[in-house]
């Protein structure tokens, strides 16, 4: 098979993100004029109950999967005369995202678990609502606000084919439960049935990991990002969705920001390249930037105001920015990146570059003429 771009490199955790608290991601602060523009566009609300109202509980017990393992998640317990005022807070929360606030629709609904996560940088909380006339479940998330991590859902909701639904008052984000299975999941419990279809499959990993890319988004580790699946009238549909955007704009490494180079996607790596040929390769991957683009150019004046919020934002270090500038100028062969301040400034360079990135040429590949 022909060497193509889109090859797995090993990069193990620790590599990448060492579990020292130390060295994990710090997090950013919202400027006002990043408050403005989430005020202008719909994000901002005034919620009851804030993070740090929900870090005083008074015990806690782990969370374990369906085969009994530990999820680092743990089910906390408030003092009796907090709980009853902390579930209808949350309550009303949900009711902010769902329902515009109108809590008559939704006042058969309750508070069934609060969850709170060890591991990651912004420590979140999972909140499962329950529908008490069906026992149906639902899940929000509730998170110390980080401009990296804003900036991303931001970023993921203008040019992605997904839309996000959230909320921010100062210090704290509200984020729905995006669906899907966890990757590493769906790779252990999919790739042996033989219902799946392999090409599509394919196909979504590629252009997720070109849509990474394009919009800088990094730390795609297989557990970071969920796989949904749809019934179509003659085969399955597959879509890979980010749940992670602590890493947007902040890594100083090209690679970081490409899922295919994380050790963890190695097995998905090494299936697409089986089922893929490098010409339908390349064909996916020109296809995802030039719908990217499409989508860019319904969203400018918008994506336009975010990126001016971004250009001025602090979203990573001096020497990250100094790193990736100097990857990104071997990549796209220029010196363009080599004057940039800011992480901001990279993105928007970053993106115009790989909308004017010509067609690929394929090696042995024959050109049709037109008569």
């Known amino acids: 098979m022909r060497k193509t771009d889109f090859e797995a490199?090993?990069?193990?955790?620790?590599?990448?993100?060492?579990?020292?608290?130390?060295?994990?991601?710090p997090a950013y602060p919202v400027s006002k004029e990043f408050a403005a523009?989430?005020?202008e566009y719909g994000r901002e609300e005034k919620i009851p109950i804030k993070y740090t109202d929900l870090l005083d509980w008074q015990e806690s017990i782990p969370v374990y999967n369906s085969a009994g393992e530990d999820t680092l998640w743990r089910s906390v317990i408030y003092p009796p005369h907090q709980q009853d005022e902390i579930f209808l807070a949350l309550t009303e929360i949900y009711g902010l995202m769902k329902t515009g606030g109108n809590m008559e629709v939704i006042e058969h609904l309750t508070v069934a678990q609060i969850d709170f996560c060890q591991f990651g940088n912004t420590n979140p909380f999972r909140v499962k609502i329950r529908n008490l006339s069906?026992?149906?479940?639902?899940?929000?998330?509730?998170?110390?606000?980080?401009?990296s991590r804003v900036f991303g859902l931001e970023v993921e909701h203008i040019l992605s084919p997904n839309r996000i639904i959230y909320i921010i008052d100062s210090d704290t984000i509200i984020e729905e439960h995006i669906m899907g299975i966890p990757c590493d999941q769906f790779v252990d419990s999919h790739l042996q049935r033989p219902d799946y279809q392999e090409v599509s499959l394919a196909k979504e990993f590629i252009k997720f990991n070109e849509r990474c890319f394009a919009l800088l988004l990094g730390d795609m580790r297989s557990y970071n990002y969920v796989i949904n699946i749809t019934p179509d009238f003659d085969k399955r549909q597959y879509r890979a969705r980010c749940?992670?955007?602590?890493?947007?704009?902040?890594?100083?490494r090209k690679?970081?920001?490409?899922?295919?180079?994380?050790?963890?996607?190695?097995?998905?790596?090494?299936?697409?390249?089986?089922?893929?040929?490098?010409?339908?390769?390349?064909?996916?991957?020109?296809?995802?930037?030039?719908?990217?683009?499409?989508?860019?150019?319904?969203?400018?004046?918008?994506?336009?105001?975010?990126?001016?919020?971004?250009?001025?934002?602090?979203?990573?270090s001096d020497e990250k920015i100094q790193s990736l500038a100097t990857d990104l100028n071997k990549y796209h062969k220029t010196n363009e990146f080599s004057d940039v301040k800011t992480m901001g400034s990279i993105?928007?360079?970053?993106?115009?570059?790989?909308?004017?990135?010509?067609?690929?040429?394929?090696?042995?590949?024959?050109?049709?003429?037109?008569?």
């Open 37 to 39: 523009y989430l005020s």
């Open 134 to 147: 069906n026992d149906v479940h639902d899940y929000f998330y509730v998170k110390k606000a980080d401009a």
């Open 255 to 316: 690679n970081n920001y490409l899922p295919q180079f994380y050790k963890e996607n190695n097995n998905i790596v090494e299936f697409c390249s089986k089922v893929l040929p490098p010409e339908t390769i390349y064909q996916y991957q020109y296809e995802e930037r030039s719908q990217i683009k499409k989508r860019y150019e319904v969203a400018k004046y918008r994506l336009h105001k975010l990126i001016d919020c971004m250009v001025n934002e602090e979203l990573s």
């Open 347 to 371: 993105f928007d360079l970053h993106l115009k570059l790989m909308f004017d990135k010509p067609k690929m040429e394929v090696p042995g590949k024959i050109k049709f003429k037109k008569k």
């Open 243 to 252: 749940i992670d955007f602590d890493q947007f704009c902040y890594e100083g």
């Open 9 to 25: 490199e090993n990069y193990s955790k620790a590599d990448i993100d060492h579990i020292d608290a130390s060295k994990k991601k």
